[in-house]
């Protein structure tokens, strides 16, 4: 295709580059399908590589190196001396990560002939987007289908102006140049929490106000009992059940306004940096939606049938734009999902084998359904547990804390839901989303031999305590 029209022309054009977006981009290439990606900021990989899952994963390893440093390597006879802390180099490691990552995206687009068009994408016209560069050219697409994978950004909260100086969003929070005296976090989900630790590991005194009367809301309730004791072992402090009603910044700090929920007597709260982490909302605006006459719901977000399909035709949605958790790897899913659709083929997201982990120290990770929505449902079910403590390899990694537990249903023993909380746990919900996308069932897991000694054998341990007859405990 030479003519300036025909490059012009794709059979499909996918709105954003996160995760979503440039999975579902470079698969449908692979299916032979002409592929663009818009993408609005100079990098690829979206929030996700940019200013999130990555960039804070990268902190909270090197913040959590750093207290093992501190305090944690004497046990194992290893001892320091004047252990200091270079923020500017962990900053630097940081988006060293960043950008190698964001330079492989880019690779990957040339390596499979995605055409990366820079700009901001609009639907003005059925199988039209248009592209408005940074020097404000604009460029005119023409698309058999079109994705819509633009994300999401963080929930402002009324009162309470983000300045991503004394008042910082998760942006802002990967970013400060000293560690504050005092930070303090709105919000006790997984942003808040994972960010508050790692300044905490930092230094930092971190108080985390939540609305709810609980931390992590829609995590099983035993786990987050035990989370929020270990967060507060490490020196967190909690105000739950608790509204921000207003924020005073100043240049030396932030004067919160705080009150109890239920009722009670105003309280006032003195930060150094206030981290705002109460959720993330869809992207789209500017995206020509309401024009092309595209439904959104009542949460603000792309309303799609199970095949992604918008209810205007050729026109799709994934990732954190539709209903679901805002997970990459959802997303990811998602983006797989939409290409092979387009293409012809008929794959499936199973979206009760979707994991959710928290990056923290130790990590927290779960697949399926909590006993509180079993309980919810009717459904009759059978809990197994098995604590780190009896697990030989934990012991051995001075990593005791926390524990496996398995629900399963009453009669057919079919794997209903796992939650894990303990060393390595991101690693270890792998072999439970395996279980509950196969169909498995607890005795299953029993039945399969775990290396020793393993962190894993936890999770066969808390298969076999479904039954009763856990080994070790």
Same mark, same amino acid.
């Given at each position: 295709?030479?003519?300036?029209?025909?490059?012009?022309?794709?059979?499909?054009?996918?709105?954003?580059?996160?995760?979503?977006?440039?999975?579902?981009?470079?698969?449908?290439?692979?299916?032979?399908?002409?592929?663009?990606?818009?993408?609005?900021?100079?990098?690829?990989?979206?929030?996700?590589?940019?200013?999130?899952?990555?960039? +804070?994963?990268?902190?909270?390893?090197?913040?959590?190196?750093?207290?093992?440093?501190?305090?944690?390597?004497?046990?194992?006879?290893?001892?320091?001396?004047?252990?200091?802390?270079?923020?500017?180099?962990?900053?630097a490691?940081?988006d060293?990560? *960043?950008? &190698?990552?964001?330079?492989?995206?880019?690779?990957?687009?040339?390596?499979?002939?995605?055409?990366? %068009?820079?700009?901001?994408?609009?639907?003005?016209?059925?199988?039209?987007?248009?592209?408005?560069?940074?020097?404000?050219?604009?460029?005119?697409?023409?698309?058999?289908?079109?994705?819509?994978?633009?994300?999401?950004?963080?929930?402002?909260?009324?009162?309470?102006?983000?300045?991503?100086?004394?008042?910082?969003? +998760?942006?802002?929070?990967?970013?400060?140049?000293?560690?504050?005296?005092?930070?303090?976090v709105?919000?006790?989900?997984?942003?808040?929490?994972?960010?508050g630790?790692?300044?905490?590991?930092?230094?930092?005194?971190?108080?985390?106000?939540?609305?709810?009367?609980?931390?992590?809301?829609?995590?099983?309730?035993?786990?987050?009992?035990?989370?929020?004791?270990?967060?507060?072992?490490?020196?967190?402090?909690?105000?739950?059940?608790?509204?921000?009603?207003?924020?005073?910044?100043?240049?030396?700090?932030?004067?919160?306004?705080?009150?109890?929920?239920?009722g009670g007597e105003?309280?006032?709260?003195?930060?150094?940096?206030?981290?705002?982490? *109460?959720?993330?909302?869809?992207?789209?605006e500017?995206?020509?939606?309401?024009?092309?006459?595209?439904?959104?719901?009542?949460?603000?977000?792309?309303?799609?049938?199970?095949?992604?399909?918008?209810?205007?035709?050729?026109?799709?949605? #994934?990732?954190?734009?539709?209903?679901?958790?805002?997970?990459?790897?959802?997303?990811?899913?998602?983006?797989?999902?939409?290409a092979?659709? =387009?293409?012809?083929?008929?794959?499936? *997201?199973?979206?009760?084998? #979707?994991?959710?982990?928290?990056?923290?120290?130790?990590?927290?990770?779960?697949?399926?359904?909590?006993?509180?929505?079993?309980?919810?449902?009717?459904? &009759?079910?059978?809990?197994?547990?098995?604590?780190f403590?009896?697990?030989?390899?934990?012991?051995?990694m001075?990593?005791a804390?926390?524990? *496996?537990?398995?629900?399963?249903?009453?009669?057919?023993?079919?794997?209903?839901?796992?939650? #894990?909380?303990?060393?390595?746990?991101?690693?270890? #919900?792998?072999?439970?989303?395996?279980? =509950?996308?196969?169909?498995? +069932?607890?005795?299953?897991?029993?039945?399969?031999?775990?290396?020793?000694?393993?962190?894993?054998?936890?999770?066969?341990?808390?298969?076999?305590?479904?039954?009763?007859?856990?080994?070790? %405990?």
């Amino acid at each position: 295709m030479s003519d300036g029209a025909s490059e012009n022309r794709f059979d499909v054009v996918i709105i954003g580059a996160g995760p979503g977006g440039y999975v579902a981009a470079i698969r449908a290439a692979q299916l032979g399908l002409r592929t663009a990606c818009v993408e609005k900021d100079p990098t690829l990989g979206g929030t996700c590589l940019n200013i999130g899952c990555i960039p +804070s994963k990268a902190l909270l390893h090197a913040s959590e190196e750093y207290a093992r440093a501190g305090k944690g390597f004497a046990a194992h006879g290893i001892k320091l001396d004047g252990v200091t802390l270079d923020l500017p180099a962990m900053m630097a490691h940081k988006d060293k990560v *960043v950008g &190698d990552l964001t330079k492989g995206v880019e690779h990957l687009f040339k390596k499979n002939d995605v055409a990366h %068009i820079r700009g901001v994408g609009a639907i003005t016209a059925k199988g039209e987007v248009s592209v408005r560069a940074a020097d404000g050219a604009t460029r005119v697409l023409a698309a058999k289908a079109i994705v819509i994978a633009t994300g999401s950004a963080s929930t402002p909260l009324p009162g309470v102006a983000v300045d991503e100086q004394r008042i910082v969003s +998760s942006t802002g929070a990967l970013a400060l140049a000293a560690v504050p005296k005092h930070l303090a976090v709105i919000g006790a989900g997984y942003i808040g929490l994972e960010l508050g630790s790692v300044w905490r590991r930092l230094g930092a005194e971190v108080t985390v106000i939540e609305f709810l009367d609980r931390i992590v809301p829609g995590m099983d309730g035993e786990i987050a009992k035990q989370f929020q004791r270990l967060l507060k072992r490490q020196g967190f402090k909690f105000k739950l059940g608790t509204k921000v009603t207003g924020a005073s910044a100043t240049s030396e700090g932030v004067s919160l306004a705080l009150a109890p929920v239920a009722g009670g007597e105003a309280a006032t709260l003195e930060a150094d940096v206030v981290l705002v982490a *109460v959720g993330r909302r869809p992207h789209v605006e500017g995206l020509g939606l309401e024009a092309a006459g595209v439904a959104l719901d009542e949460a603000g977000r792309v309303v799609v049938d199970d095949e992604f399909r918008t209810n205007v035709d050729g026109i799709f949605a #994934i990732g954190d734009v539709i209903r679901g958790p805002m997970l990459a790897h959802k997303a990811e899913d998602e983006g797989i999902a939409v290409a092979e659709l =387009i293409a012809g083929e008929k794959p499936h *997201v199973n979206y009760d084998a #979707i994991p959710g982990v928290i990056y923290t120290a130790p990590e927290v990770a779960a697949v399926g359904k909590t006993e509180e929505q079993l309980k919810e449902a009717g459904i &009759d079910y059978r809990a197994g547990a098995f604590p780190f403590l009896a697990n030989g390899r934990a012991r051995a990694m001075s990593a005791a804390d926390g524990f *496996v537990k398995i629900l399963a249903d009453a009669k057919t023993d079919r794997v209903l839901g796992v939650h #894990i909380i303990g060393a390595d746990a991101g690693t270890l #919900i792998a072999e439970a989303v395996l279980a =509950i996308e196969l169909g498995a +069932s607890a005795e299953d897991l029993a039945r399969t031999c775990h290396a020793h000694p393993s962190l894993n054998e936890a999770v066969k341990e808390a298969a076999l305590a479904v039954a009763e007859r856990a080994i070790h %405990i």
